[in-house]
């Protein structure tokens, strides 16, 4: 039935990340050590810092690694989070503001 729905191609596996999993995961191998090598290197480095690190190390090794999709994937993933923050925060000005009298 996956097969029929498109979700399987014939050979057994998904065919949504071009059958790159290896890749995938080599990414995030350097990804992890990267960061982790950052934190213990400089105890103190906030989470932002590591966050900038890990796109950068991305941004460098999706082209290497001919990973096309996965930089769309963090722009899409970017933009949720935006969105995201941006309605938790025009419902927080809107649930502070004195419009109703029981507020």
């Known amino acids: 039935m996956l097969i029929a729905l498109g979700w399987i191609d014939r050979r ?16 995030a191998g350097v990804l992890a050590v990267v960061t982790y090598g950052i934190s213990h290197l400089w105890p103190a480095v906030s989470p932002t810092l590591l966050i900038i690190a890990a796109l ?8 290497i690694l001919q990973l096309r999709y996965a930089l769309a994937a963090i722009v899409a993933l970017f933009h949720d989070v935006l969105v995201t923050v941006g309605f938790f925060r ?7 503001c004195r419009l109703w009298p029981r507020c």
Do not use: D, H, M, N
Not at 17 to 24: D, N, R, V
């Open 90 to 96: 025009s419902l927080t000005r809107i649930s502070t």
């Open 12 to 27: 057994g596996y998904s065919g949504r990340f071009e059958a790159k999993w290896l890749l995938a995961f080599a990414l």
């Open 56 to 63: 950068v190390v991305t941004l460098a090794f999706c082209p």
